[in-house]
Nanobody, 114 residues
């Protein structure tokens, strides 16, 4: 069974930076797409960024220019988050599509204080 494990969340002040990591149990080049989503308290889970196997990242308007999604040649996907704002506070989830199946991680909490 394919698994995704997120890490790197924490508490940061407004304007600060964090880098989230997502480690897969298989090589990430097996995935059609890797992505990050987030869910704030009382809100729906929302798209943050995605990176298809062929390249060409996509970002939500709210994070474009501040967040960067990337991946290495092994099993990790990253989300570099700069100039963080209190409204970025949420649980961040890694997502990957393998064939027709979507796999989710357990999430990592990001809290941005004002």
């Amino acid at each position: 069974q394919v698994q995704l494990v997120e890490s790197g969340g924490g508490l940061v002040q407004s304007g600060g930076s964090l880098r989230l990591s997502c480690t897969a149990s298989i090589n990430i080049f097996s995935f059609k797409t890797v992505a990050w989503f987030r869910q704030a308290p009382g809100k729906e889970r929302e798209f943050v960024a995605s990176l298809p196997a062929g390249g060409g990242a996509s970002y939500a308007d709210s994070v474009r220019g501040r967040f960067t999604i990337s991946k290495d040649i092994g099993k990790r996907t990253y989300l570099q988050m700069n100039n963080l704002k209190p409204e970025d506070t949420a649980v961040y989830y890694c997502n990957a599509v393998l064939g027709t199946v979507a796999v989710w991680g357990q999430g990592t909490q990001v809290t941005v204080s004002s």
